[in-house]
């Protein structure tokens, strides 16, 4: 799907407009081709090292400048019409196509809830102790690091504040504290990111086995909502 979807961008006789859905093929199936490259085809030493999402994201990068060849196009062009809602090239954002998927997958997380629902209410004060204290945590150490690195203008300093929640509230968030909305799922990434490469390890070095114990951990590390 890829390799003929980027054959149709450069084929000039076509319409433009067949020519641009031709492209939003070929780098939606680029990102999602290299998540699952990523997810399934490297070894599980490697993705101690390197998490998946950093390999989705050198593959969508490898395409996307297969792509910038192919129109000859530079390719600081191709990724700003990826994603930025500040050009107007008549091309469909990608990367704002594939964003607004977050919304629904979060909702369907309500799923897992209602599946899981017994232990929530048998592990309940246990849920809200862990929730409340890292929530609290994550926003006060958020501040401090972005006190102590100095980070200027005021859009920049607090953009960590919701670093711990994921991309689509952590952007909710920005607009409301006034950050930069993409410094902020930069720091939303890098969050999870590391938490991902690390967590269970940590966890395991310190014995920490108990299925709740580590999932709740995890879902502290990473998205807690503040």
Known sequence: ????????TSIRPLPSSLRSQA????????????????????????KKIVHPVIICALYSLLSLSALASTLQTPLQVILMEFYSDMVKSGHTQTGQ??????????????????????VLKQSAPLFLLTTGFSSIFGLLSSALLSRLAKFNPTSLSLSP???CITSPLA???????GADKSITVFFV?????????????LLKSLSVDDPICVGLSMGCLLYTSP
């Open 23 to 46: 492209r939003t093929v070929f780098e939606v199936s680029s990102v999602a081709s290299g998540y699952i490259f990523g997810s399934t085809k490297v070894s599980a030493g490697i």
């Open 97 to 118: 196509l594939i964003s607004s998927l977050l919304g629904p997958s979060i909702i369907s997380f309500g799923l897992q809830l209602y599946q899981y629902r017994q």
């Open 189 to 201: 990434v890098l969050t999870g990111i590391v938490g991902a490469s690390i967590g269970e390890t």
């Open 161 to 163: 504040l919701t670093r």
């Open 1 to 8: 799907i890829s390799a003929a979807s980027l054959v149709a």
């Open 171 to 177: 952007q909710a968030g920005a607009v409301l504290t």
